[in-house]
């Protein structure tokens, strides 16, 4: 095992038993309720995208592996505060990362972290637990509607 492999394991092990943004938010412009049925992770995710089209608040309440809640954890710390315009920047080029068949696929700026995620690569039947929470935000963002807090719930199942 190299040096890196350490690091990324560890950065893992640190979201996984201190997961960031853990929690719920009442009322929030969007809910989602994720699920992997292959792996049996399932999180909900709470967001309050203001009316400018910024993400003020992500929470979230997860039961899975530490592969899917450290990939949780990672996401609501790369897209709070961020506009939704760059959260759906930053989902488009973490799953170009996890999904591209060579491991040429660049990160945008500023997610070092994430690059811990990009180990999982190597075990196929994984990658749907790190991309579960990036899968579930986006559906958030599509179905956020600020002007009405509380009224928009969605599922999403990864298949
Ligand atoms: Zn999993």
Redesign the pocket.
Known sequence: MSLSDDLYRETILDHYHQPRNHGVIEAPTAQVEGV?P????ELTLYLNVSKDGKIDDVKLTAH??S??MASGSMMSEAVLGQSVERAREIIGSFKEMMLSKTDTAELVDDLEDLEALRGVKKYPV?I??AL?PWNTLLEGLNSANPNAPGTATKTFTET
Not at 38 to 41: E, I, K, N, R, Y
């Open positions: 992997n292959l792996c049996g992770d899975g592996c592969i899917n994984r749907k637990c579960l």
